[in-house]
């Protein structure tokens, strides 16, 4: 089979030809290896790769599923995970050098949970230092490049995450998400990235940002990779504390392929915000072929959007400082400068502030509970622009210069306050050729509904089999 | 932080002291510059959390989401 094919193969059409033994996970593994090799001078996704240690997994997968000893769909998919993910005898930078050496002694969750699945771990993923910013930019180990324009950003933080997947280099990838680090990749490189509700992937492991905030999840090009990811590293999780005890349904049984009566809410104040007309009409066309497909759309009120800005600033920026407040003493002239100065600013976020913005979240979340209890998900668009150029500090998005900072987790944003489950999905592609996202948001843990409708869009386009130019 | 009333750059000084950040001579005093200029914007940001009608509401402090 040609290299390059594999590589651009689902989880879901790998899996029965790995576990029918027609293919090798030592093909598999060696595909990508090469396929990292290949690209990788462009793109620079990887902190650290692990093909020795790939190829021995990938050995003793094929060993296992030629005795009969299938672990299930994963065994033998490639994944690779965001640097701030914990792995046992694995260095783990969170994007920093100053943490070049540190290797854990102990797996997070979600590693854990994907080595018992049998996926083979590539290795781990660039990002923007310790997950705190929206572009993909790290002195440290190199800026991150867009597989469809290197000239571009890849959006961050999980910004090797978004090129590895969309480029071939991996076919399953992590990120964590605490104003969109999932989904501003996930939409700016053309692939799915699924922010879950807070607390059904655990946090175990992973270098906080905002403890109320993060949410680890997966990154695929295809919808229902990222249903068979969740059903390997969904669940709950002793170890976390925010952790969610609840059942964990098969989330591929969701796939159906039909949104008939899917109550789909679309907020207009997305539209009133700064936003590319491209992006608007291409968001527009993909909710109208979802109601095409029988679902059932509305237009809806959701002023508080506005205030959403304010609410997660105060909020992420004083858990942040609070987490980081001994590193940034000990190694603040380290740090990327304008990580140092977001760490900095947050001291001065004051206790009234923040328990201000807390309050804020209370009435944010009261506001999108009562949408929801409206509709079944909202729509809308995942970035307001594609991605800028890399170390661009302004956008232009419709008539609007925004900073990239502000504009790129304006529609992202909303959902890490009320930790309900949001998805991005590719819906088409700029006049210049970069990818454009729809979002579509649910009730909480109601990821079946999010991942159906998202699914069902999948199947009636082809935006997410086309192949960056490299 | 939030208020109406810009703070000076004593003020902000003495608070980053406070806070534990180097606000020495040289150097330092440039960066203090440039932390100052965005502290400002990044409280001006936050100046709309004083519009919002909180009175009857409490911090949603659990972290946890709505569960139905």
């Known amino acids: 089979m040609d290299p390059l094919e594999i590589c651009y193969m689902s989880a879901g ?38 093909p020795e240690e790939a190829l021995a997994a ?61 996926a083979i771990l590539l290795g781990k993923l660039n990002m923007h230092q310790f997950a705190y910013g929206p572009t993909g930019e790290n002195p440290d180990y190199g800026h991150m490049h867009n597989p469809w324009d290197p000239e571009m950003v890849t959006g961050g933080s999980s910004g090797g995450s978004g090129s590895a997947t969309a480029a071939g280099q991996c076919t399953i990838t992590t990120g964590s998400d ?12 053309g692939i799915v990235g699924l922010k879950p509700t807070y607390g059904l992937v655990s946090r175990f492991g992973l270098t906080p940002l905002s403890w109320s905030m993060d949410h680890p999840g997966p990154m695929t090009r295809t ?56 992006i608007g009409q291409g968001v527009r066309d993909a909710i109208a072929l979802l109601e095409s497909m029988g679902a059932q759309v509305r237009e809806v009120d959701f002023p508080m959007f506005n205030d959403s800005q304010a609410i997660s600033t105060a909020m992420l920026m004083a858990e942040a400082s609070a987490y980081h407040k001994d590193l940034l003493a000990r190694d603040g002239d380290k740090l990327y400068p304008p990580v140092r100065l977001r760490l900095e600013a947050g001291l001065f976020i004051t206790a ?37 150029p890399i170390l661009a500090d302004h956008v232009q998005a419709g008539q609007h210069s925004v900073g990239t900072t502000s504009a790129l987790t304006q529609y992202t944003r909303p959902y890490n306050i009320t930790g309900f489950p949001a998805i991005s999905i590719p819906c088409g592609f700029s006049g210049s050729g970069m990818p454009m996202a729809l979002q579509l948001c649910g009730r909480p843990f109601d990821e079946p509904t999010v991942l159906r409708a998202a699914h069902a869009y999948q199947q009636a386009t082809d935006w997410h089999k086309r192949r960056p130019p490299l | 932080m939030a208020a109406e009333s810009p703070m000076t750059y004593d003020a902000f000084l003495s608070l980053a002291n406070e806070s534990g950040l180097d606000v020495g001579s040289g150097a330092g005093n440039a960066h203090m510059e440039e932390l100052y200029s965005y502290v400002k914007a990044v409280l001006a940001s936050l100046r709309s959390l004083n519009e919002l009608d909180v009175s009857q509401v409490e911090p949603d402090m659990a972290f946890m989401p709505f569960r139905e």
């Not at chain 1, 965001?82 to 260095?91: F, I």
């Not at chain 1, 964990?248 to 915000?273: H, M, N, W």
């Open chain 1, 178 to 189: 605490t104003g969109g680090s999932i989904r501003i990749p996930a939409a700016l490189c």
């Open chain 1, 58 to 118: 990938a050995r003793r997968a094929e060993a296992d599923i030629q005795a009969g000893r299938s672990r299930g769909p994963l065994h033998g998919i490639p994944v690779a995970l965001k640097d701030l993910y914990n792995t046992a005898g694995v260095r783990t930078t969170s994007g920093s050098r100053i943490f070049d050496t540190f290797i854990p002694h102990e797996d997070c969750t979600v590693a854990a949970k994907f080595n018992q699945a049998g």
């Open chain 1, 223 to 278: 919808v229902e990779d990222t249903a068979m990811a969740m059903n390997a590293i969904a669940g709950y999780d002793p170890k976390d504390v925010a952790s969610a005890r609840v059942d964990v349904p098969d989330y591929t049984a969701s796939l159906t392929g039909d949104v008939s009566g899917v109550r789909i809410g679309v907020p207009k104040e997305f539209f009133d915000a700064p936003l590319d007309p491209q």
């Open chain 1, 352 to 388: 009234a502030d923040y328990l201000r913005a807390q309050q804020g979240r209370a009435l944010f979340n009261q506001q999108a509970r009562d949408l929801l209890n409206e509709v079944d998900l909202l729509a809308g668009p995942t970035e307001p622009v594609t991605a800028p």
């Open chain 1, 13 to 50: 059409e790998l899996s029965p030809l790995i576990q029918s033994k027609a293919l090798s996970p030592v093909e598999v593994i060696q595909a990508h290896l090469d396929r990292i090799q290949e690209t990788e001078p462009v793109l620079n996704s990887f902190i650290t790769l692990l």
